[in-house]
């Protein structure tokens, strides 16, 4: 609904917003479990995560917006064996994930665009 140049800076730093989201995952998140009963947590490569955009709300109002499907299998470093996903810490780690996105997004934006904020409330939100 903005102008081109304004629409394609707010999704420059949408974008940039889930890569930096994605990449505490990464860091925070991306362990296996081995050992009986998973009680074993391992370091993995990595995960495999698919990033779906969306421009619009389930109602149709315009909201940018991304979905993110994690796979539930990692590549140990250990050995390379694909094994699953911790999944405790994607739990754990779901709502700094949502506060650092909010805060990357406030960043981006303001050097992007140059807007100021109010104060940020409980859940990381704040007004332009």
Not at 33 to 56: C, K, S
Not at 76 to 82: E, P
Request: hydrophobic content about 45%; proline content about 2%; glycine content about 10%.
């Amino acid at each position: 609904m903005a102008p081109a140049e304004v629409a394609d800076h707010v999704r420059q730093g949408h974008d940039a917003a889930v890569a930096a989201a994605l990449e505490f995952l990464q860091d925070h998140a991306a362990f296996c479990r081995r050992g009986h009963g998973g009680t074993v947590q391992e370091a993995t490569v990595g995960y495999l995560a698919a990033v779906f955009v969306h421009r619009t709300s389930r109602t149709a109002d315009p909201q940018l917006h991304s979905h993110v499907l994690v796979a539930n299998k990692v590549q140990a470093v250990s050995d390379g064996r694909w094994l699953t996903v911790d999944g405790r810490e994607l739990y754990e780690v779901q709502k700094a994930v949502g506060m650092l996105y909010k805060a990357a997004l406030r960043a981006e934006l303001t050097a992007r665009l140059g807007v100021a904020w109010s104060d940020v409330d409980g859940n990381g939100g704040a007004e332009i």
